[in-house]
């Protein structure tokens, strides 16, 4: 529930808080169940209709989703759908380059839409690179979402969100709380070093969003091909995601408080067999064999677990968010808070964060500044193992608990032996767990020289300090495990990124001939460091006290850090003649501390080319059923700083030195320390470079 309140004044927090409905919403994968807070029940009905443009004429790939949640299809190519909805939802009907309409469907089975046009979707700004252009005039490769379709899911990250949404776009999301989803834009592009996109959040260089609020989006926009990013240099070969977060508006301050809550189960369980029929199959394929019956197959043990049942819970998810955003002629102003939980379908995982945004701004004259911050904590309980593949693993005629075994859990013996792991006992002996505190921010100032020259300072900073524990109790979980004693590990961190560019924009119209152009230099510095201790020896519970001087055995201690910097010099430019003919080109140059001096920089450049068509004199004589259509084509050379390696691959082209290697020498065998090399400089390792080659056709089959 969204709500807009014009006078804060006249509203009080008391009576905001008891008129607020608690809207259940399911989060993808697990199936929803829909639930409300009176006694009505609440039935499925089978919903189906045909979604038409304005003409009559059906639209196939419409989608057609149940409001504030997941549960959704798409029409087919006759604009036909079918979906089971509760009988008292409301569905929305989205389409590109069509307005959305939401439709209550109040017990009926069969709804039928005609979707209008959306004259503005081909106007829309978009940003490539360090400029924006308008949607038509694009020459590369970009889709784009707003924050209206992002902030409908109800998920933890945007990334989740925008699953599904954007052609090109590869969102693997593996469902465990708190983890981010592996985003892949057009394939994997590379084997050895990183493939996830770059994200770029105000002007804020990221490869991580996991603690992102997607209430906070207001535009995603992804570039894809090289014209779009060669701007990026050395970041840009895997794709780049530009996020825009809301912002005030001028006029009186509104309120936004929203909130959903709703469960997580499994809709589909596995169909396995019990202890009985397990004890049929298994003295077959022993007695086929030839082989004595293992002794839990031939008699009943009185055990027949379904591991399932044991493993498997009720999860949920919840998520708060509460916003003031106001602004005047020459300023804006947005301060939001939210609160995310998320409790997995299995026990142990867990999530949740919290999150403070400001965001303001404000014009004088020439001068223009505004800034952008988001300070988040996050607490994660990780998963343990791959418990789904456990239970495939584990026999019905083992138990969960056994008093005999050390820890007091069941797994496979010689009884009945397996080598699957009791997945129960993993995720509660073990105990792993993730605190961050997280600071992303970005400010801006611009001057405007002329109407048609300006310098902009960026300056941004991702800070994040973490804090890892993990704590194994006492105890086995798998069938010839050795013993290990209780152990407790503890590492400490914190990761610093810093950003600053200097742009100098020009743009200018001379007649029907439009230029504009960008020319910029950026330093980026990060540092890392990382402090790890682990201790063993912390008894046999059921009582422990988790603290690394507590243990009594094999103490440890460890740690590095290392710093790696990056300076580019960068161009962009676009033109255009009457909207019909379109050039852009860009070029970037990179340099990295974590390669050799005699081979640090790289060059990256990109040039693409379009025509829009439908501005051809010729092409009025066409008709009206095309109002849109260009043709475009770029190639471009994209580059992979993502690199693998100790110390964030900073020493690559050095030698690694071990100083502690000991050796006896001599008669007497006396040991002597010593030196010895370990790796081999590789001097000339260098970008990671890919060229690309796209050619595309953009339509619009509507009216003018």
């Not at 607020?20 to 929803?32: K, Q």
């Not at 465990?176 to 590379?190: D, F, H, L």
């Not at 789904?388 to 013996?413: A, C, H």
């Amino acid at each position: 529930m969204k709500k807009n309140v014009r006078y804060l004044q006249q509203i009080a927090l008391p009576s905001l808080l008891c008129c607020l409905p608690m809207t259940l919403a399911a989060a993808a994968p697990p199936v929803a169940r829909t639930a409300t807070h009176d006694a009505v029940e609440v039935a499925d009905v089978a919903l189906s209709g045909r979604v038409v443009d304005e003409t009559g004429t059906g639209l196939p790939g419409v989608n057609v989703v149940v409001k504030g949640t997941s549960n959704g299809t798409q029409t087919d190519a006759d604009g036909r759908y079918t979906l089971t909805v509760p009988d008292n939802a409301t569905v929305v009907f989205s389409f590109v380059g069509y307005t959305s309409q939401e439709v209550a469907v109040n017990g009926r089975t069969s709804v039928n839409i005609s979707l209008a046009p959306d004259a503005q979707t081909l106007n829309d700004v978009v940003v490539v690179g360090y400029l924006t252009q308008k949607r038509e005039d694009v020459t590369g490769s970009v889709a784009t979402t707003t924050g209206t379709e992002v902030r409908r899911a109800p998920v933890a990250t945007v990334t989740e969100a925008i699953q599904g949404r954007l052609p090109g776009v590869q969102v693997t999301n593996s469902g465990v709380p708190g983890q981010s989803p592996t985003v892949n834009i057009r394939g994997i592009g590379s084997i050895n070093n990183g493939s996830s996109p770059l994200y770029v959040v105000d002007g804020l260089w990221t490869f991580d969003i996991r603690d992102f609020n997607p209430q906070d989006v207001e535009t995603v926009q992804v570039l894809k091909d090289a014209a779009s990013l060669a701007a990026y240099g050395a970041s840009g070969a895997n794709g780049v995601i530009i996020i825009t977060t809301r912002r005030g508006r001028s006029g009186e301050t509104k309120v936004n408080l929203s909130a959903s809550g709703g469960p997580q189960v499994i809709g589909r369980t596995y169909d396995l067999v019990g202890a009985d029929r397990w004890r049929e199959i298994n003295n077959q394929s022993y007695d086929n064999a030839g082989l004595a019956r293992q002794p839990f197959a031939a008699t009943d043990n009185g055990v027949n677990t379904d591991w399932q049942k044991e493993l498997l819970q009720h999860g949920s998810v919840q998520n708060y968010d509460l916003g003031f955003s106001g602004g005047g002629p020459n300023s804006n102003f947005l301060i939001s808070a939210g609160y995310f939980n998320q409790k997995g379908i299995i026990e142990g995982p867990k999530f949740e964060r919290y999150s403070l945004r400001v965001n303001s701004g404000f014009t004088k004259g020439k001068l223009k500044v505004g800034e952008s911050l988001l300070l988040t904590r996050a607490n994660q309980t990780r998963l343990n193992g791959v418990p789904f593949n456990d239970v495939l693993r584990m026999l019905p005629v083992i138990p969960v608990y056994n008093e005999d075994n050390p820890g007091g859990y069941g797994f496979g013996n010689t009884n009945a032996s397996t080598f699957g792991t009791n997945p129960i006992a993993l995720q509660n002996l073990l105990n792993d767990t993730n605190t961050q505190n997280h600071l992303q921010g970005s400010v801006f100032g611009e001057f405007s020289f002329t109407n048609f020259l300006r310098y902009r300072l960026n300056l941004a900073t991702d800070y994040y300090a973490f804090h890892d524990q993990a704590k194994r109790q006492y105890g086995q979980w798998r069938q010839n495990d050795p013993l290990n004693p209780s152990s407790f590990a503890e590492n400490q961190g914190s990761r610093f990124f810093g950003l600053a560019e200097n742009t100098l924009t020009f743009d200018k119209s001379f007649g029907l001939h439009n230029v504009t152009a960008v020319a910029g230099y950026s330093e980026q510095r990060t540092d890392y460091s990382l402090t790890r201790g682990i201790n063993y020896g912390y008894g046999t519970g059921p009582t422990y006290y988790w603290a690394l001087e507590a243990g009594t055995q094999n103490p440890a201690v460890e740690g590095n850090q290392y710093t790696f910097t990056k300076r580019s010099y960068f161009g962009q430019v676009t033109y255009d003649y009457d909207q019909r003919y379109l050039l852009t080109g860009a070029y970037r140059r990179d340099g990295s501390s974590r390669f050799d001096p005699a081979n640090r920089y790289g060059n990256f450049y990109a040039a693409s080319a379009g025509w829009r068509i439908s501005k051809e004199h010729f092409f009025e004589n066409i008709g009206s059923s095309i109002s849109n259509l260009k043709l475009r084509a770029s190639y471009g050379s994209l580059g992979n700083d993502q690199l693998n390696g100790p110390y964030g691959a900073s020493y690559l082209t050095t030698a690694a030195i071990n100083t502690n290697v000991n050796y006896p020498f001599g008669p007497t065998q006396t040991i002597v320390n010593g030196k010895i090399q370990t790796q081999l400089p590789s001097l000339r390792i260098g970008w990671e470079e890919r060229r690309t080659t796209n050619v595309g056709l953009d339509m619009r089959l509507v009216p003018k």
